[in-house]
């Protein structure tokens, strides 16, 4: 379980606001995901990140923003243009030098729109 | 992203039975087939895994098959306990190493 953190784990917002979702890892893993889980969706891919500095969109990026300034850590903000943010969101992480690999997956921050 | 199908949605058996999910996938590229296991309020964890050169795994109660003709996988537990209780996801791999994930199986195990 350990080598994956997100923070904080319950995150209440008001419409309107922006919001950042904190995911750290010390697995020296190179590649990084957010996923969105709803109720009897999956998991939804928002962004995600091979490498330092770069970054892709996945399938529902809309409304989202991440950052990747340090191998250890990917951001997701949360902005007032994502219509519907309460959700479960997943942070992950991976090696995949060449191949895929397990993703190990933070705890999870639940977010929650007033 | 590609589809991942997954069925059943729900999934009831009793304890001692065996269960059985089935995906399917669009991507022809994809290489990777990982199952994870989710207990209610806790992170999706690995339970198994299938690379597309094998067309079999097993690690004790779990089985994974993997047809890559029929683009289809599907997960075997045997001898189901009630804590095998969890929602099920299967995967499959996309460009850019990220993953595509079914929707889910809700599997119960009654004693």
């Known amino acids: 379980d350990g080598g994956i953190t997100q923070s904080p784990k319950y995150l209440f917002r008001k419409e309107g606001q922006n919001v950042t979702l904190s995911c750290e890892q010390n697995l020296n893993h190179d590649a990084m995901y957010w996923y969105r889980q709803d109720p009897g969706q999956g998991l939804r891919l928002i962004y995600y990140s091979q490498i330092v500095n770069d970054f892709q969109k996945g399938d529902i990026a809309e409304g989202y923003s991440v950052s990747r300034e340090k191998k250890e850590s990917f951001p997701l903000t949360v902005t007032s243009a994502q219509k519907n943010p309460t959700a479960f969101y997943l942070c992950?992480?991976?090696?995949?030098?060449?191949?895929?690999?397990?993703?190990?997956f933070g705890p999870g921050t639940r977010l929650t729109v007033l | 992203g590609e589809n991942v199908e997954q069925h059943p949605s729900t999934l009831s058996v009793q304890e001692g039975d065996s269960a059985v999910i089935k995906c399917t996938y669009s991507d022809s590229a994809s290489n990777y087939f990982p199952w994870y296991k989710q207990e209610l309020g806790k992170r999706p964890q690995l339970i198994i895994d299938?690379?597309?050169?094998?067309g079999e795994k097993k690690d004790q109660r779990i089985a994974v098959t993997l047809n890559k003709t029929a683009k289809h996988f599907s997960l075997h537990i045997t001898e189901t306990q009630p804590e095998d209780s969890a929602v099920y996801f299967c995967a499959a791999t996309r460009p850019g190493y990220a993953l595509n994930f079914g929707k889910g199986t809700s599997l119960l195990v009654t004693p």
């Open positions: 992950a992480s991976s090696t995949d030098r060449g191949i895929h690999n397990e993703q190990f």
């Open positions: 299938i690379r597309s050169n094998v």
